[in-house]
């Protein structure tokens, strides 16, 4: 079936250093691909997507490619900050029903 | 603004006490669904619904039901047949659509007493 899987954290990071968090999937046919974004106590909030092969999905400075040949859609952004504090989650979904999450990564970035 | 209301934040219950999770939502969406999220463990779904007075269960469905009177509403009972209830719920809606983004509400904490 459909799966995710994203590297296991806590990942710690100074401010300003440069992050990647590793996500690959298993799925029939070409599913869209998300990154969310759970800040403490909050619900999930969409970081970025991308719906086909390469296509590169962007926001607040993060990115993320859709690499068909890898299946991997790995998060990165530049420089961190400590407001980047958070728990990612990795997610796919091929039928709108049918959304599968990664088990998320927690990055503390400090100052 | 539009978006996606739970309530309450924090929940109780008893032993043997069945409990409802409340979600509604202003975006138009057709679909509502909702997850349960434990800690270091990413999102399960309970149960989903793409049309008024259908819904459809999830992976872990048992010991939950729900309701789907209305578009804007799909609350979740948390029955007494859950035996180990103590999780983050998030609501969840969507149009319906192939790999469409679904938008989730700010979640509501359930403990057992």
């Known amino acids: 079936g459909n799966s995710v899987t994203q590297m296991e954290g806590p990942v710690t990071l100074s401010e300003e250093a440069f992050l990647t968090i590793n996500c690959t999937y298993t799925?029939?046919?070409?599913?869209?691909l998300f990154w969310y974004v759970q800040y403490p106590g909050e619900g999930l909030q969409l970081l970025l997507k991308a719906t086909k092969a390469d296509d590169k999905g962007s926001n607040k400075g993060f990115e993320a490619t859709y690499r068909k040949e890898t299946t991997s859609f790995h998060l990165e952004k530049g420089s961190v900050q400590v407001s980047d504090s958070a728990v990612y989650f990795c997610?796919?979904?091929?039928?709108?029903?049918?959304?599968?999450f990664g088990a998320g990564t927690r990055l503390t970035v400090k100052p | 603004d539009g978006g996606i209301t739970q309530s309450p934040k924090y929940l109780f219950r008893k032993e043997g006490q069945n409990v409802t999770l409340s979600c509604e939502q202003n975006l138009n969406h057709d679909a509502m669904y909702w997850y349960r999220q434990d800690p270091g463990q990413g999102l399960r779904l309970i149960y989903y619904?793409?049309?008024?007075?259908?819904?459809q269960k999830g992976d872990i469905a048992e010991g939950y039901s729900v309701s789907r009177e209305k578009k804007e509403s799909f609350p979740l009972t948390v029955t007494s047949a859950q035996k180990n209830p103590t999780a983050f719920y998030l609501c969840?809606?969507?149009?319906?659509?192939?790999?469409?983004?679904?938008?989730f509400g700010p979640g509501t904490r359930l403990l057992v007493l």
């Open positions: 997610a796919l979904s091929y039928n709108n029903n049918d959304m599968r």
């Open positions: 969840a809606s969507s149009i319906i659509g192939s790999g469409e983004t679904q938008y």
């Open positions: 799925a029939t046919g070409y599913p869209s």
């Open positions: 619904s793409q049309i008024v007075n259908d819904f």
